[in-house]
């Protein structure tokens, strides 16, 4: 009876199959995304042909947690002899990695500096040309010389370790591995000079010997090194490779599962409403059948059945398709992340089974339970009650219902109050966000009687405006209040989630520039293509025409008990000699002048009882743990703690070593053009050099928020495309259904004209009662996030964002409703008012 049933409710069936069907991809496009990320397979590239790897271990305990380092652990250069020694092993290389850039007129990929012995890990080809030989020397990979359309025998001119040189080209390389950065290559001691720490040590096992007893003898030695005071280092094979040639594979995984993990509840909760809402408003146009069924003999149980069956056979259908489109549509926007730089390039996108039947079980019993929930009712009602018509289906206030509503709405106050009490900074986000889903579940489960409640507010200047139609659409909303809930819902959740969560990414990052910009004073800023300047460089700079100050800066991340949180605090290394005129650190204790040597400066706020002249211990980047002493206590913001450190202290534990810009400040009276010039002049002698201005330092720090951001608008606007669809589906089946009512009406005289006007109310009054509550809901998380981030109580961010919510709302359900309003109203009146509903 089921299948027989399918071929004649297409239209309503086809509604609660869109809704099912995107739901399942988009919650399986989140699980692949959240798959991705808890795997974190990253297939060796560079060290391909390497069957172990020994690398420092970037991954080091803190109290209950584990940390991951950002920068890479050096080894001791010892341990390459040692693991050459071990029985096994047929040859270990060190390898040294370092930035290189090639300077020209040229688009090349990224590069990475290597001795020439590492070119026999991956391994690399020589296609022209011969190895480098003497200290000017250099080999380059196929894709950065075609990139400047160099070949061997021509000058090239490589900028490294703070300066820029002139080389000769000997030579050029392939590899039949797909190597996503540039490589150059230079003469093992000439490497050494420009990197003398090793990074890690490629093992090539000797033939018959077998990987994993070579993994464990190899273990054993690293073990010892660790016990003797040496970096702590670990054995690797496989896809960990990956992570060994790409370090930001590992701080950029938790990224990944916390974006997916956020969005992919979000998106469940959402396709739990969209699909529920639909099968219950499919079900509720059948009354009257249910009815008929019931008078021939048909028992609760069984149109309970027979329901059910309906939903399941429709609810397979989509969740086979969606199985099918739901990884490629996770695999493109998975190149959406890697081509922004959220995720690693060299992560592989994963997407097993289990996302798969997460999904489509979820998505199942949704459909299911929606089903029966929409059934409950209307299986059991009288038959004379349906083919009388007198039952509009006003119950709704069920008492679990408002239970579960008291409960979302007390966890979304909650929420707010600990947001707006104890959280300060970027931090507050992380309960913004549930404040917004709490706030629209439990709005959404009370959506029957706030309908109601905001129809009757709105009777009277509907009337007073809009005359007849306004007071026939207002009675017929006022009578249709519980089935203008399913409506109304969508429209909630679609504005509450796009204004909520793009007013937090814009307020956010207008709260990170402005944190960063309070904290630097510099007008210029001279940087190199290599990511490193030398330290003397600052010298010159500072005696150059209408430099006021100048001072090398450079930046990494650390951890400190009571500053920062989980993921480290924010390191600034600065020079003592330029850093009161050009970074805002006003010392409430102590003197700038002292951060030099074994220094640090801590935020008053974060300081824990902690003065001047007392120790703290720091652990850097790098993993090294140093005591400091506190030079200066300062005034810091709450929420962005920032600690700075002398210059040269923080550059020895990062990769690069160096520093990694200058800051200027101009004297008074000097503009920007005019301190530029005079800065070309200084750096024609350095090569590679440029100066950008004071914006796009600022820019540039927040460049991960902003990328970040990004990632959440595109996931963001794929739930809001999904819930924006839903109300079209809700608003078309709504419509379509009422093809007697619009029947009845013109035969008592109203026109086509006037029940089109009656709909054009309708839809304003649905859309404006969503946009209120969805902004209700969004106000929930907005107000306390912006106190604590921006110490506001409104959201920055353009006006014109919310015009556009709004504005979207309005034409979805003037556009849903009005089409199929006007399809409705072509039969004739007789014809409509005989027809079924």
Same mark, same amino acid.
């Given at each position: ?17 869109? /809704? ?61 002899? /040692? ?6 092993? %047929? ?26 012995? &590492? ?96 993994? %464990? ?503 809001? /495309?999904?819930?924006?669809? &839903? ?111």
């Amino acid at each position: 009876m089921a299948f027989r049933t399918l071929r004649h409710r297409t239209a309503a069936l086809s509604a609660t199959f869109l /809704a099912l069907f995107l739901g399942t991809v988009i919650v399986m496009t989140c699980g692949g995304l959240l798959e991705t990320g808890v795997r974190n397979n990253a297939p060796a590239q560079r060290l391909a042909g390497a069957d172990l790897v020994v690398a420092g271990d970037r991954e080091r305990p803190r109290g209950d947690e584990t940390v991951v380092l950002d920068e890479r652990p050096p080894l001791d250069p010892a341990l390459a002899e /040692a693991v050459r020694d071990v029985p096994g092993v %047929e040859r270990a290389v060190p390898e040294r990695v370092f930035a290189a850039a090639v300077l020209g007129d040229g688009d090349a990929p990224e590069a990475r500096g290597h001795g020439w012995s &590492s070119a026999a890990v991956t391994p690399y080809e020589l296609t022209a040309g011969r190895a480098p030989d003497g200290p000017r020397d250099v080999v380059l990979d196929e894709a950065t010389a075609g990139a400047y359309g160099l070949r061997p025998g021509d000058e090239v001119r490589v900028a490294a370790r703070g300066g820029a040189e002139a080389y000769r080209l000997t030579g050029v390389v392939r590899t039949g591995h797909a190597v996503g950065r540039g490589a150059v290559f230079f003469t093992d001691e000439r490497a050494r000079a420009l990197a003398p720490a090793v990074a890690d040590i490629a093992v090539t096992a000797a033939p018959g010997t077998g990987h994993g007893a070579l993994k %464990e003898r190899l273990g054993d030695v690293v073990r010892d090194h660790a016990a003797a005071g040496e970096t702590p280092a670990k054995v690797v094979g496989g896809d960990d490779r990956g992570a060994v040639e790409y370090p930001e594979v590992l701080t950029r995984r938790e990224d990944l599962i916390a974006v997916a993990g956020a969005f992919g509840g979000m998106a469940t909760v959402v396709a739990a409403f969209v699909v529920s809402g639909a099968v219950a408003l499919s079900v509720d146009r059948r009354r009257r059948e249910f009815a008929l069924l019931r008078t021939i003999g048909g028992t609760p149980r069984q149109l309970r059945r027979l329901l059910l069956a309906e939903t399941l056979l429709v609810a397979l259908v989509a969740a086979a398709l969606g199985w099918f489109a739901g990884p490629p549509a996770g695999e493109r926007l998975f190149e959406e992340f890697t081509g922004s730089g959220v995720v690693s390039e060299a992560v592989s996108y994963e997407q097993g089974w289990i996302p798969a039947v997460a999904a489509g079980g979820a998505l199942l019993l949704t459909a299911l339970f929606g089903g029966w929930l929409g059934g409950r009712r209307g299986v059991k009602i009288k038959p004379v009650e349906a083919m009388a018509e007198v039952t509009l289906g006003n119950r709704w206030a069920h008492p679990l219902r408002i239970v579960l509503a008291l409960v979302f709405l007390g966890g979304a106050a909650a929420l707010a109050i600990l947001t707006w009490t104890l959280f300060a900074g970027p931090i507050a986000a992380s309960t913004a966000g549930p404040t917004i889903l709490c706030a629209a579940i439990g709005l959404a489960l009370l959506g029957p009687g706030l309908t109601k409640l905001c129809t009757a507010l709105v009777s009277g200047p509907v009337r007073a405006f809009t005359g007849a139609s306004g007071e026939l659409a207002v009675a017929t909303a006022r009578a249709r209040a519980v089935k203008m809930a399913g409506v109304v819902t969508p429209v909630m959740l679609a504005v509450a989630m796009a204004t909520g969560n793009l007013y937090l990414q814009t307020t956010q990052t207008d709260a990170s520039r402005e944190a960063y910009a309070e904290t630097l004073r510099a007008d210029a800023v001279v940087e190199s293509p290599a990511g490193t300047l030398d330290p003397a460089l600052a010298a010159e700079v500072r005696a150059a025409d209408g430099v006021a100050a100048a001072g090398a800066y450079v930046t990494g991340t650390g951890w400190i008990d009571g500053v920062g949180d989980e993921d480290g605090v924010p390191l600034q290394g600065i020079d003592a000699r330029g850093a009161a005129q050009t970074t805002a650190l006003d010392p409430v204790a102590g003197d700038v002048a002292g951060l030099t040597g074994r220094t640090v400066a801590l935020p008053e706020g974060a300081a824990g009882g902690r003065g001047v002249g007392d120790t703290v211990e720091v652990r850097f980047g790098d993993g090294t743990k140093a005591d400091l002493r506190i030079a200066v206590l300062f005034d810091g913001r709450d929420g962005y703690d920032t600690v700075f450190l002398p210059v040269d202290l923080l550059a020895g534990h990062t990769d690069g070593g160096l520093p990694q810009q200058v800051l200027v400040r101009a004297e008074d009276g000097v503009g920007a053009a005019g301190l530029t010039a005079s800065l070309e002049k200084v750096l024609a002698d350095h090569p590679g050099t440029a100066v950008t201005d004071r914006d796009e330092l600022i820019e540039a720090n927040i460049e991960d928020t902003e990328t970040q951001a990004w990632v959440n608008y595109l996931i963001l606007g794929m739930i809001v /495309a999904y819930t924006a669809i &839903s109300v079209v589906n809700n608003l078309v089946l709504s419509v379509s259904g009422r093809r007697r009512e619009f029947g009845l009406q013109r035969l008592a005289g109203a026109t086509r004209r006037q029940v089109l006007r009656m709909l054009t109310i309708e839809a304003l009054i649905v859309a404006g009662i969503g946009v209120v509550l969805g902004t209700a809901a969004a106000a929930t998380a907005l107000v306390p996030f912006s106190h604590a981030a921006a110490d506001s109580l409104l959201p920055s961010g353009p006006l014109s964002i919310y015009g556009a919510t709004v504005a979207g709302a309005v034409a979805l359900a003037l556009t849903a409703t009005l089409l199929p309003g006007w399809a409705a109203l072509r039969t004739r009146p007789a014809e409509a008012a005989m027809a079924e509903e």
